[in-house]
């Protein structure tokens, strides 16, 4: 009787284990200035476990097959019916026409066992060439986000240059080591961004936030206010004025929590789209609430513009002297192109950093 | 001061039940004892009244009634009486002699489906199954389901959570060197390799 128990439940339990390969589909446009050499979709599989668990790991061999340099890249991954979409993106790149290189999509999906036959879709979703021109269909707004990233790369790898010419090797490495250093001290926290609706943040107290003033920013932000709970922020509003002489479409605000041990960390970005003409004023508020993964007693809150793009595409990013100062200095991450630069340094060496800053 | 006579010995006294060997002590004491005698006397007197009362039985009850039958039929009830009770009162079970087959067979049926539960059940809804069975066991109200999409960003990566479904976007065994989240709806985690190649994966709440 035991034996046959035991038979039963075991044929379950391979029967519930039991993988399916993976359907999916690579789709790039005809004209795209980049094509697929070859993709391993090696140990993708779907699994039934009281739901759908779809497992991708692919590795996507490709080409520049396009005339100019690509700077960084953003593929789309989605699954039809699934809600979402994710994204995977190569910011640092420098692919020379026919040059090749290699993108790893690791993504989990789990869907209700009704969903029917998974399907993973990878599209393109953008391509930013070194002139900051644009290929793609954007649907995720990625050429806002590859220009920023384009941009911090060419003012990092500006300033570390400088270094190398003005204080030579030695002066390269003090930059470098304090690099690594501010990368090691900076802290963070697990956070989750719900509509606010769908908490009970209204009913908890408001508090005022303060802005660090950038005085190079085109955008003035003031008269902030957030409510905040136990471990919980949201509803956040604020006021911007654009002292430029350009007109603003979209800002950035970072937004700074900290905790009761009285210490500081990025919490989240607060993205606006809005038009706003020289010396144009506005009011910004947003129905998201964060729920921090641990247990924090907010003290106060504090925020910065962190990035604005023109009405004409063009974008503001602060310079390094703008985020010297000492609390932002702490808070903000370092750009993709400086944690590149840095890995290279620890990994390589001081020689192998120079070459690298030498190459553009 | 004058000791007096225990209470059992002048209530035998006054019935005439006391042993013979003692009745000429407690004479003396009750002819002496004011105190003792007042309770003799007061102990004959009630003796008397019962006495008039069983004279006093009803009309019916014939003078040559037998009282020991009566007796008999009332000691027979009593236990009627009693092994009625024992038929409605819970009985103690006794405890079957436990096989040690049947319970090892149990147990491995438990582990096989707690092994079988580790490998198919996604952690998240095992997770969520013993948040709720937490809840109720201390007494807290379930939660409400959340409404509408979640965002997570965490030295885990980046995941959506929406319509029951989720999507998490990683880098394999890589830890993310940083990740945050927008009020927009999004999340992002940013990973470098060894070969020093950055990759910044992200979800959307579309």
Known sequence: MSNKIYVALAAASAIGLHAQALNHKIDFPKDSPVSLLSADFGNSNVTARGANVIEVNAALSLRNSGQRRIRSMTLMVSAPDAAGKGSVSVPTLDAGPGETFSIHIGTRLVRPLAAGNPVVEVTLDGILF??????????????????????????????????????????????????????????????????????????????????????????????GRARIGASLAGAPQFEVRNRSNRAVQHLEIGWIVKDQQGREFLAASMPADMKLAPNQSGQVTQDAALRFDRPISIQSMSGFVSSVEFADGSQWIPSRGALDQPRLRQLVAPSPEEQRLSQIYSRKGLPALVDELKKF | MTRHLAETDLALYASGDLPFYRSPLVTLHVRSCDVCRGLVEALRADREELRRSADEMPANVPKNFDWDQLAAEMT????????????????????????????????????????????????????????????????????????????????????LVENGGQMGIDQGALEPVMYSVSTQGSASARYVDDAGQVTITATYVQ
């Open chain 2, 76 to 159: 027979a009830n009593i236990r009627v009486g009693l092994a009625a009770g024992e038929c409605v009162t819970p009985r103690e079970r006794k405890v079957a002699p436990i096989s040690w087959r049947p319970a090892a067979i149990a147990a491995g049926v438990v582990v096989l489906l707690a092994g079988a539960w580790w490998l198919n059940i996604p952690r998240a809804d095992t997770e969520t199954i013993g948040h709720a069975l937490r809840t109720m066991a201390t007494g807290g109200r379930m939660s409400v389901p959340q409404e509408g999409p979640v965002v997570k960003a965490s030295s885990a990566g980046v995941v």
């Open chain 1, 130 to 223: 070194d002139d900051l021109s644009f290929y793609g269909p954007d649907l995720l707004h990625s050429q806002r986000t590859m220009i920023a990233w384009e941009l911090e790369a060419q003012r990092d790898r500006k300033y570390f240059k400088t270094l190398l010419e003005t204080a030579g090797a030695e002066g390269l490495r003090k930059g470098m080591l304090s690099s690594l250093a501010r990368q090691a001290d900076r802290s963070q926290t697990g956070v989750q961004m719900v509509r606010s609706r769908a908490t009970n943040i209204d009913a908890e107290p408001e508090a005022q936030f303060a802005f660090l003033e950038i005085p190079e920013s085109p955008v003035e932000a003031s008269n």
